[in-house]
């Protein structure tokens, strides 16, 4: 694995981490200033602060679901600009398996800032999977390796 994949992994892991501690403050400081969320819903949020105050204000309304997340690709797109996909499960609050019906992608892009990489767009995107049941049930079970694997 190369440095940057390293860092990039390393940067995606962070952000699962802040989410499923529900720390908003740390989410956004994973984002450049200018950085952009689109949510599962579609919901878009531009630059660091705006996310902060949306995902503090979600996580102080309602507890969410965790994630629990697998790395499918980190490669260069430049220097200093990185891509990473990833599937999702997200297990409901007091819940212990992840609800199938949520699946996600995520998509990441990065870019170096001074020494630390920051996340310039993140994306949540239903993994729906619509006609192939086969495939949904094969990335199900995937995210429950590596939910098993990480309890």
């Not at 450049?32 to 902060?52: C, K, M, P, Q, Y």
């Not at 892009?109 to 993140?122: M, P």
Request: proline letters at 3%; hydrophobic letters at 40%; glycine letters at 10%.
């Amino acid at each position: 694995m190369t440095q940057t994949a390293h860092a990039v992994q390393t940067m995606y892991e962070d952000y699962l981490t802040a989410w499923n501690a529900q720390n908003g403050v740390r989410l956004a400081g994973l984002f450049t200033h200018d950085g952009n969320l689109v949510g599962f819903d579609g919901s878009t949020v531009d630059g660091r602060e705006a996310i902060e105050e949306h995902l503090s204000g979600v996580f102080a309304d309602h507890r969410t679901a965790s994630y629990v997340g697998k790395i499918r690709e980190v490669r260069q797109l430049a220097p200093g600009v990185a891509l990473l996909r990833a599937h999702a499960g997200m297990v409901p609050p007091g819940g212990d398996d992840i609800n199938e019906k949520v699946n996600t992608v995520h998509t990441v892009v990065a870019v170096r800032d001074g020494e630390d990489w920051r996340i310039a767009l993140f994306t949540a995107t239903p993994a729906a999977l619509h006609g192939r049941p086969e495939a949904s049930a094969e990335l199900s079970k995937d995210l429950r390796e590596v939910l098993r694997a990480s309890r």
